[in-house]
């Protein structure tokens, strides 16, 4: 149970189960969340997964006739548990946390009632500094005024939308509607067309229907929706209906929304054989329809005007100010209102408009009304006033509604419609030359590494003897296929983009592995283009994250492209991460810059950097090849992430991309190693960033870290050392340095202090090609850069352990696999992706069988014994049947082996709702093409 106390708090009292932390700057958030929300309810609490509730005001509790402790029992103080389920999203934690002051949502009364709330959301801190939220509450009048309405005239609401064409896309049936035919919910009654449809009588059927499109296609409102039928009740018997609507329609006539009113008026008809009642409750019924036929049409507020006493009364649904009486003379308040409105046909006076005269000759009848539009000049706002006929007296008209909405966006919509479409024009013409230029780009671009592709397949074929000339030729084509690849992604990635069906997994990875990942793609073209790369890590306090690394990793291979393609050879460039502060524990932000020396960008290239087909037009990059997708990929990636881009640059001073990502984080282990506590290490660096980063990683491990900038500096630090005899423990030394390298640095240093000191050089680049002269120096172990806290401890606590070790090649993990004696079966239609695929996956001692289709695949299992094949990888499309068809059949066996057998996707069909697909159907994993070796091994190690 919750202990509950309260204390005062403005004109409620605040119940909390922890009283002591509610202290004077929450109260005083709370006070100021009321003052900006005009609210009658305040709760408040921790920023946690369930968002769980510190206090709530007794306005609150009342709103939703809860007791505190009742409320924090039933929900299990979350405020997650009192919000409708289907705007729970609104409240996870990573969206509540970005929501400010207002907002909307449905709570969830005690009685199960679903009530429409306005919000407004403060932060603020308990008293211990702990942050939390304040959120005001208060009911939304006006639907709950609608509401009672309803209840007031027994009836029941409907509305439908529709579009342009007429057609009804949305139906929306009010709870009290449902009730009144015996229904319940959505489920028993949903909101569909054919709910209602389905249940009018054969007789009424036809009309019923024909007297609704004749409402919606009727753009000059002059047919109206009403009408009186039968609908079959829930308990099969059949009660008459009478239905009124009125129809919301765009500036070009067509139906946006249809309202309605439906009452039920069974006992009305089932009078007719007394006459006297009938003709009075037809009266009555008439009158009424009056009521509802302006309550239809009213938005905000109302004015009823008594023709035969000159009077007026103002109505509102909910509080708004209003320049003018509520009451007093209607002839009075015409001329006051003259002042503030003018009516928009020339010629024409409100006071013509709205004089009892003209109001009695124009409202003849029901179905009579006057509308015309007016400015407001002083408030710049466009409103369109309609005035009703509401009672008769004698044959006279005696009473109007007069009902005000506002236009303003639909006039000023309509002012700038000819340059929207001359806009509109400019914009289609200015796509169509984009895609044309596209294509035409892209023609070349891919004919490019086609070419280069068929070419060296064909030197190779003519040199097979010639190990040398095929391992070159094959680098050549490896490389052109990546670029294939990468062109085809991106035409695939903003397709899918633009059409809305791209979205982002979650998973658990390293940031030191995907900055690796990323390194070792672009390392072959800096090295090409002889750029100078430096990496910088500032303040990385969590290395391990969780978010989509695929998607990340192509944002910045997108960015790192550009940076390498548009800095001329011999350039420099810096690429940095920073961890930010963000206030939350479980919430990591990480600020990326990629910045160059290049070319850079004018400021009207700035302004369309990010739109699709957008390539700089200058004749330094007409040979660089690309679609003029990437940026535009690269926006929507990191918008969808909830992040953040931004670009500097400028002509011949290069570029600076800042890009910052919220990633949720692990929980982070202790980096310390006790054998490594107090010893000293020296990192030599002329980089002084790359320098004090590396020497603040070593003291967190706990480590006595210095650094020097020079090969020079090194040696005489090393001599010191050694002459009092207190070597250091490791030498942390740069490969590249001015002056004196790295390597020779090593060869000095081992003749003061031979073998006795651990010496580990590091790099941005790959070291293979210094690895044996490296060695020969004295050097004992590599590590590449960025310098990852992971890294550097790894490479540490291996010295300690004396399991220093290269890098594994692309297979070993596959080759030090051992799975002697397991059968594995491999469903693939297409022979040469079986062939590579059957290769691989042999090199570990399983025994590989292959069919060729979804239907072989069920028949081979069905034959054989339980326990026969240790793992299934099923590709997904093959003929007959394909792979997830496959996976149901096999998971539909009656037997327990085949509902435990694993079932591996593997597939070209890689993106994140084929993975949703593949689990679906049954499958264990998806490991997608062109095959990752090290996912591979995973999956292996994982199922076998």
Known sequence: MFQTEFIPFEEENLYSGDIRAVGEESLSAMSHAIENCYAVGVVSGYYDEKLSILSASRFFLKNLDYEFEEMMEKTGGSLVELVCESDRELFSLAHFMQAQERGECRMIAKNGDLLDMQLYKEDSVDTSGRPIWVLAVRLNWESYNMTLVNSVIKSGSWYFDCDEEGRITRVVWGRR????????SVIDFPNELSSWSDLLHPDDKEQTLNALMCAIEDKTDFKKYNVEYRMKMQDGSYEWFRANAEV???IDGSVRR????????NAEKQAEIERQNYYSLRAKNEEMDQVIQSLIRLVNRFVICNLDTDTYQYYEMEHAETIFEKNGGYTNWISQISEYCIPLAEDEKLEDYLSMANLQSELKTTD????FEYSMPKENKYKQMVVLPHAWKDGRLTQVLLVSQDITAEKEAEIKSRQALKDAFDAATKASRA?????ANMSHDIRTPMNA?????AIAGANIDQKEKVIDCLSTITQSSRHLLGLINEVLDMSRIESGNVSLTEEEFNLSELTDNLIAMVKDSLAAHHHRFEMHLRRIEHENVRGDSLRIQQVFTNIMSNAIKYTPDGGTILFSIEEKQTGHKDIGCYEFIVEDNGIGMSEDFLKVIFEPFTRVDDKRTSRIQGTGLGMAITKNIVSMMGGNIKVESKPGKGSRFI??????????QSEKIEELVDLPVLVVDDDHVCCEGTVAILQDIGIKGEWVDSGLLAIEKVKERHTRMDDYFAIIMDWQMPGMDGIEATRRIRKIVGREVTIIVMSAYDYAEIEEEAKAAGVDAFITKPMFKSKISRALHDIVRGTHQRADTYLDGIRKSNYTGKRILLVEDNELNSEIAKEIIEMTGATVETVADGQEAITRIETVEDGYYALVFMDIQMPKINGYQ???AIRSMEREWTGKLPIIAMTANAFTEDVVMAKAAGMNEHVAKPLDMNKLCDVLKRWM
Do not use: C, P
């Open 177 to 184: 509607f449902r009730e009144m035919l015996g229904y319940h």
């Open 435 to 439: 895609k044309t230029e596209f294509l």
């Open 368 to 371: 009579d009304a006057i509308q």
């Open 453 to 457: 592709i068929v070419g060296m397949t």
């Open 886 to 888: 496959a996976a149901t």
């Open 258 to 265: 249809i309202i309605g009113i439906f009452v039920n008026i």
């Open 248 to 250: 919301s329609r765009r």
């Open 659 to 668: 890009v910052d990502i919220f990633l949720k984080l692990q929980e982070e």
